[in-house]
């Protein structure tokens, strides 16, 4: 498996499939029992690699006798080197995340969605190349989840690699370039959304039709029947739809429901993780 | 670099967590109440006509098991500020979030261990030289060597210290603490069983009783603190009248730990330290 630079790379799977434990081994917190795999270039666990890595854990929790700047300044202490953040970063790093106004107060007194937001800035600190993201939105609600989208968007326009990993399909769907999706510590599949999801389909509910008819709808694309009097024909671009309907229409049929798009990534997910399991 | 900010955090956490204001209340309290004891106890005798000679040495001898309750304090606070030193950390997450720093384990370890020595030290020393000056200036009687006995009051505390905070890279908190006063204890009995061996010529239990206390320096440490603390007259009385078997009790010294014990006080620190970073360098989280 592979992580291209500059990329949005989705790491999905059920519980206990090894993403957290990918994790810790990406960030030497976990030492690999065979194997190897380097980060930036570096075999992973490198000490001075870590320099150019913002991680935010899944489990996440700061001093909670420290105020949110101070936190961020002990980890620009720890990030050390000439470059490392400073002040006016740090500054900068509470607002991005909706901190600014409680930047003097003590982290044991946040909610846990603020804390994941801390953590957010924590992980962004020092504009680092590779950022890890495990569960980012886990304890935020809608509003929060959209800022993070917009977090992520901004980190990948300024060319930095986000690695994250969650079980929330959507958020993946509509942020991630590529996605891998792992089972029991084995990758199932991985590539962009639409090498894992094919191309657009076109899904129509369909009653009186008769067999020639439908058989003739083979010109648009490949047709598959499912349950329900729904049909499925692929590789239909969204401006031939109409035409499709218009056909079904010509030949007798009766249209109760047209989904135009992709198959869905939470359908695809089951598959795989199902035929994994069976 | 990495070493002193982590002190610098250690102490920090130990002065919001309000850890420090507790140690300088207890301290001003249990240093009052003793003094104030001491003072009417000598009021007292030198009313029923006590001599001075008399005076001083009962004055030593209160002084002596006051300094054993406060070293008893100290190992309890040395092994409680060390066992969640680590564990804490690693059991709330806060750990993980900083070991992915380009740091090294053995950074965090160090300045954990130095934040808490400072702390601990500063405690002894303080509190230590403080009943020493308050209860010379009620009774007008000063210990022989008052900064070898608190020295050795505070090297006994950062060795429980040390051993609080290298079982807590592999055990919890409250296991590791537990350890250590148990441990603290057994060497306390070893010193014991170690004088009452060596009367009754009863070579294997003087061979295991010394063997434990250097396991664990603290007892031979503690000594040095009564070392301290006695008047040398006690010592000349109790050498001549009971002999060997005096060293039995664990309120009295006939001599200071030896300097190759001291020696290898320091050494055991640092081996314990050595082995706190190899267990939590090879620990995955």
Redesign the interface.
């Known amino acids: 498996m592979r992580v291209g630079a500059g990329e949005v790379f989705g790491f999905l799977g059920p519980n206990g499939a090894g993403k957290t434990t990918v994790v810790?081994l990406l960030?030497?917190?976990?030492?690999p029992t065979g194997g190897r795999a380097t980060v930036l270039g570096a075999p992973i666990g490198d000490?001075?690699?870590?320099?150019s890595?913002g991680?935010l854990?899944e489990?996440?929790?700061?001093?909670p006798?420290?105020n949110a700047r101070e936190v961020l300044e002990?980890?620009a202490?720890?990030?050390?080197?000439s470059a490392g953040p400073s002040p006016s970063d740090i500054g900068r790093g509470l607002e991005e995340v909706g901190l600014a106004d409680r930047a003097n107060d003590r982290v044991g007194t946040f909610s846990k969605g603020m804390q994941q937001r801390l953590?957010l800035a924590?992980a962004l600190l020092g504009g680092p190349r590779l950022i890890v993201l495990d569960e980012p939105t886990s304890a935020l609600d809608p509003a929060g989840r959209a800022d993070v989208r917009g977090i992520i968007a901004g980190v990948r326009d300024r060319g930095a690699t986000v690695f994250l990993n969650s079980h929330l399909l959507s958020e993946v769907e509509r942020v991630c370039d590529r996605i891998a999706i792992v089972d029991r510590g084995r990758v199932l599949a991985s590539g962009s959304l639409d090498d894992l999801l094919g191309g657009e389909v076109l899904r129509l509910r369909v009653t009186g039709l008769a067999p020639d008819a439908r058989s003739e709808l083979a010109q648009f694309g490949p047709v598959t029947a499912g349950g329900d009097d729904w049909l499925s024909i692929g590789g239909v671009p969204p401006d031939r739809h109409p035409d499709v309907v218009a056909f079904v229409v010509r030949r007798g049929g009766r249209v109760h429901a047209v989904d135009g798009g992709r198959r869905g990534l939470e359908d695809r997910y089951l598959e795989l993780i199902r035929g994994n399991q069976s | 670099?990495?070493i002193v900010?982590i002190a610098r955090?250690t102490i920090?956490?130990a002065v919001?967590?309000r850890i420090v204001l507790v140690l300088i209340v207890l301290t001003l309290v249990s240093v009052s109440l003793t003094t104030l004891g001491v003072e009417r106890l000598v009021s007292l005798a030198r009313a029923s006509g006590t001599n001075d000679l008399q005076v001083q040495v009962g004055v030593s001898q209160i002084l002596i098991l006051v300094a054993f309750m406060f070293s008893f304090v100290l190992a309890m606070t040395a092994a409680f500020l060390g066992a969640p030193a680590i564990a804490a950390d690693l059991e709330?997450?806060?750990a993980?979030?900083?070991?992915?720093?380009?740091?090294?384990r053995a950074e965090l370890v160090l300045g954990r261990w130095l934040g808490l020595v400072l702390v601990v030290v500063a405690y002894a020393v303080a509190s230590g030289l403080l009943e020493i000056a308050g209860v010379d200036a009620v009774s007008g009687s000063a210990p022989p060597y008052p900064f070898l006995a608190v020295g050795f009051l505070a090297a006994q505390a950062v060795v429980l210290l040390t051993l609080a905070l290298a079982l807590s890279t592999r055990l919890p908190a409250i296991a590791s603490g537990a350890i250590c006063v148990v441990l603290f204890g057994l060497a306390w009995m070893a010193g014991v069983f170690a004088g009452i061996g060596a009367f009754f010529g009863a070579g294997p239990l003087v061979g295991a009783a010394e063997a434990t206390r250097w396991l664990l320096p603290t007892d031979v440490l503690w000594r040095g603190t009564v070392y301290g603390l006695e008047p040398s007259l006690i010592g000349a009385i109790a050498g001549q009248r009971v002999g060997p078997a005096a060293n039995a009790n664990p309120f009295y010294a006939s001599a200071p730990p030896p300097t190759a014990f001291v020696v290898w006080s320091a050494v055991w620190i640092a081996l314990v330290l050595g082995l706190a970073i190899w267990s939590f360098s090879?620990r995955?989280?």
């Open positions: 810790k960030l030497g917190l976990t030492r000490r001075l690699t870590r320099r890595i991680y854990p489990l996440f929790r700061y001093q006798w420290l002990l980890h202490s720890l990030i050390g080197g953590g924590v | 670099m990495t900010t955090l920090a956490e919001r967590r709330s997450g806060v993980a979030a900083m070991l992915a720093r380009p740091i090294r090879r995955d989280l």
